[in-house]
């Protein structure tokens, strides 16, 4: 990774020897604002907050280990020739899916053993999830990761962005497309709605916000992976993210319509 003198310096400071980097500063920040928001919704589904910080207890070292294994496997080849890379989190190579996947598990063993709704929970935790999305996103951009194919600096200003953005866009020696933005921006305005609409009366039921988060997200994903270059292929040309995001996506709006149509399940509003 490589930093042109403009960049911003992804090093926030110095803990004795020890580095302490943008990137976690941002990462924990937005987990513990998502902590936060999970927790009030919570109580205001009149379900114990403890729960919440039981899941992120058991959830998130959890999440890190399925996020790390998920790159590891489609980039089998590397690790096989190098097994001791496989543990160097710090090189590099988390995927957010992986990450997903292992913390629906656990909140789904968690629901299970504490009779909860996973629903519920998984209505409560979904807002959280987006935002923490959106946030990392940042930690990224501070280390000029996850961005997208060379543009230029014309383009970049076209779009009125700030100057430190197009500066950190700078990378390798070509202005690039600030794909970071592009879904931390659109899972912004999905965040919002969801915010927005979840609190109208007879508009969601029971497990639908966590639905409208498992359509939007997916989309967002889609078109944006589209435009990066540090993808993760499961065969040539074809994206892993962007086959998951398709069949998230189809996955999600199939449970919407079966569920309206075959399951009773409560508005969510109802106490």
Partial sequence: MSFNLLALNPIAFNLGGLQVHWYGIIIALGALVGVIMAMREAKRRHLDPDNILDLVLYGVPIALVGARLYYVIFELPFYLANPSEIIKIWHGGIAIYGGLIAAF??????CKKRNISPWLMLDIAAPSVLFGQIVGRWGNFMNQEAFGAK???DFLQSL????FIIEQMYINGAYRQPTFLYESVGNLIGLVLILVLRNKKHLFKRGEVFLAYL?????????????RTDSLYILPGVRVSQVLSLVLFVVAIGLFIYR???????WYNEL
């Fill in 105 to 110: 598990i656990v909140l789904l063993v968690l």
């Fill in 151 to 153: 543009t230029s600096l």
């Fill in 160 to 163: 009125h962005l700030p100057h």
């Fill in 215 to 227: 359509i939007w997200y997916p989309a967002v994903r889609f078109f944006v992976e589209g435009m």
């Fill in 260 to 266: 309206r149509k075959r399951q009773k399940q409560p």
